[in-house]
């Protein structure tokens, strides 16, 4: 944390004091980040990872689609072929 910031909380702790008394002063700081606000993640930040999971996770089916069709025909192809052969030899 900056030296700027340190002060700022400083600040901000004992004017809470002194307008509402240490224990509250204490909670309410407590409920403050322990980061500086330019460390801490908007809700824009995380729908914008989000959406690229998403998107990700998408493409990564849509390839997963296609190739167990190439190979989930074929072999369905395959299955009826032999199984019309052992009709035939029986």
Known sequence: MAVDEQKLRRSLHERL???LGA???ALLMDYLPPVGWADVARKQDLDA???SLYDK???EIADLKSSM??????TQLAAVAIGVALARIT
Do not use: C, Q, Y
Request: glycine letters at 6%; aromatic letters at 12%; charged letters at 15%.
């Open 23 to 25: 224990d509250e002063a």
């Open 49 to 51: 990872g989000l959406n």
């Open 57 to 59: 996770f998408h493409a």
């Open 69 to 74: 069709l190439m190979w989930i025909i074929p």
């Open 17 to 19: 004091e002194s307008a």
